[in-house]
């Protein structure tokens, strides 16, 4: 499966930015979608993922109460909403596919095709 993410951009502290992930080859169905990111000089983080089937959500500690996934079954996207954006939410976002169990969806290891990367600026 071939993954594009999209929406990322420059956007003011306290702003919003919606992230689009689109899958071809194969639709998102009985697959968990996630989405991680990577600041600079820094290790990939997990932001917050979802499963097709059922709509089971996670989310890392730092985007809980701002950040919401969500699936698009009309368009076969998963988006990421992004909401009350602060600077250190600077980083190139990737979307992610993979069919982990509950206790793995916030790892890397867990996803097996990966997506180009877009990347979020948020400004003080």
């Known amino acids: 499966v071939q993954l594009q993410a999209s929406g990322g951009g420059l956007v003011q502290a306290g702003g919003s930015l919606r992230l689009s992930c689109a899958a071809s080859?194969?639709?998102?169905?009985?697959?968990?979608t996630a989405w991680f990111r990577q600041a600079p000089g820094k290790e990939r983080e997990f932001v917050a993922a979802?499963?097709?089937?059922?709509?089971?959500?996670y989310y890392g500690d730092s985007v809980k109460g701002r950040f919401t996934i969500s699936r698009d079954f009309a368009k076969n996207t998963v988006n990421l909403q992004m909401n009350s954006l602060k600077p250190e939410d600077t980083a190139v976002y990737y979307c992610a596919v993979g069919r982990p169990i509950a206790s793995t969806s916030r790892l890397e290891t867990a996803y097996g095709s990966w997506g180009q990367g877009t990347l979020v600026t948020v400004s003080s």
């Open positions: 080859g194969r639709p998102f169905s009985g697959y968990t």
């Open positions: 979802i499963r097709w089937s059922g709509g089971n959500t």
